[in-house]
């Protein structure tokens, strides 16, 4: 399994960015797709994800501002990203999983496969 996530650069503050998540070696209808973010010296932090059935969940932090989506005929997740705040700033990793419970959707250890992660930098 490869997720392979791209999309992320440099945007002013309240500007809009989109990234893109392309999965391989699954069945990605099946699957949970999540998207989380870091900075340096913190965890791991949720920021969306949607369900195989098109449900999708947001961290309170996003919510209203950025909107996850899905395209199963491209084996695809995005994160549409709007209204960016310079505390946006962040790693953003791509997730997926074919096993997660709702009640651990927000959690990493939920996820077996990973991306490389893209940078997202929010300039005041």
């Known amino acids: 399994v490869q997720l392979q996530a791209s999309g992320g650069g440099l945007v002013q503050a309240g500007g809009s960015l989109g990234l893109s998540c392309k999965a391989s070696g699954l069945t990605f209808s099946r699957y949970s797709l999540a998207w989380f973010r870091q900075t340096p010296g913190k965890e791991r932090e949720f920021v969306a994800a949607i369900r195989s059935s098109g449900h999708t969940y947001y961290a309170e932090s996003v919510k209203g501002r950025f909107t996850t989506s899905r395209d199963n005929a491209k084996n695809s997740v995005y994160l549409q990203m709007n209204g960016l705040k310079p505390e946006d700033t962040a790693v953003y990793y791509c997730?997926?999983?074919?096993?997660?419970?709702?009640?651990?959707?927000?959690?990493?250890?939920?996820?077996?496969?990973w991306g490389q992660g893209t940078q997202v930098t929010v300039s005041s």
């Open positions: 997730a997926a999983s074919s096993r997660v419970i709702l009640s651990n959707i927000a959690n990493e250890s939920g996820y077996g496969y």
